[in-house]
């Protein structure tokens, strides 16, 4: 089987060159960024970009891709920010080029308008009181979710690059991928999984301001084709109300944990997440907050795969939210 990591290492001069030939200040105008990032990414190395439409077309076991060994600068790097977004006039950083560039191969990059003041580019950084949902959280678990499952226009990729892991290095990214938990399923679970839609909650910031709306949005744990279905699984949000839904959710809860890899994300990393096949959630680390704690910066890609665009978009769109039904 394919190893999901690719070392970027040998080609770190001509990704710099790549990053060098895009705008330097990606907010100022950002379609205009990411149009030429668009353009810069049919010259990726042909052992990159061979990786990346290949995990694009098939998908694979894993349902990441890591490329490790990227050119992250630390000597470029002001301290880990601590508010959000980020400021219209912030230069460009070499691992928010990379998830331009390694992005657009790929897709489209997809500002969703609720969250995060509809930005594209999001930091993930620790944050003192965050909410046990949020990607803010440090000292306790973020749980298992597939991104915005629970939404029409649901990324098929997450990406993140690190430009700052934590001081310990303990931070684990965790990936529970179905092409490895389905096996694990006998047929009455899979039955009673596949096609079948189950209340599911929604993020803070989809609640429209209500504290807790409820399950306002129905998934399915599994679909589209049966012998190799896509996954929307959330350990917090997903809300099963009949035993045999609860019963066979517990069942996939059990397999994915079965399942999973973890990833400690070091600088010079970008992680892929196939988002259509897979659930991850990260572990506990202890921030400092000295100006030096974990920083990743996050991106969403929508691609043609399972009608996630209908065509005329472009990458940079910001996008609004309709519950899955
Ligand atoms: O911090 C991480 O490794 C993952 C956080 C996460 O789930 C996200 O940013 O979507
Ligand atoms: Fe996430």
Redesign the pocket.
């Given at each position: 089987m394919a190893s999901p990591i690719i070392d970027c290492a040998p080609y770190r001069e001509e990704l710099l060159g790549l990053a060098g030939r895009l705008p330097q200040v990606p907010r100022a105008d950002l379609y205009d960024f990411l149009d030429q990032a668009g353009e810069l990414a049919e010259d990726l190395p042909k052992g990159l970009s061979a990786a990346l439409d290949s995990f694009n077309a098939e998908g694979n076991t894993d349902g990441y891709l890591l490329l490790r060994g990227l050119p992250v600068d630390p000597s470029e790097l002001p301290d880990t920010p601590t508010t959000t977004p980020a400021p219209l006039d912030r230069p460009l950083f070499v691992m928010e080029a990379m998830l331009a560039l390694t992005g657009r191969r790929l897709g489209l990059h997809t500002g969703y308008r609720e969250l995060r003041s509809g930005t594209v580019y999001h930091d993930v950084y620790p944050s003192p009181g965050a909410h046990y949902l949020s990607?803010e959280t440090s000292e306790t678990t973020?749980e298992f979710?597939t991104?915005m499952a629970y939404h029409v226009l649901q990324p098929n990729y997450?990406m993140l690059a690190c430009s700052r892991a934590d001081h310990e290095r303990r931070a684990e990214t965790l990936v529970g991928s179905v092409r490895k938990a389905l096996p694990l399923l006998d047929e009455r679970t899979r039955a009673r999984l596949f096609d079948r839609r189950m209340p599911c909650c929604v993020d803070v910031a989809f609640r429209g301001g209500e504290e807790d709306p409820g399950a306002i949005a129905e998934v399915k744990p599994l679909y589209g084709e049966e012998r190799d279905p896509f996954l929307g699984y959330d350990r917090e949000l997903l809300a099963p109300e009949d035993p045999a839904d609860k019963e066979a959710v517990a069942a996939l809860s059990q397999a994915l944990d079965d399942v999973t890899t973890g990833i400690k994300l070091e600088p010079g990393d970008v992680l892929i997440i196939d988002n259509f096949r897979t659930t991850?959630a990260r572990t506990p680390f202890s921030p400092r907050w000295d100006g030096e704690d974990r920083w990743l910066h996050r991106v969403y890609i929508r691609t043609e795969r399972n009608g996630q665009l209908s065509g005329g978009e472009r990458a940079g769109d910001v996008v609004s939210f309709t519950p899955r039904r």
């Open positions: 990607s973020l979710h991104e997450v991850h």
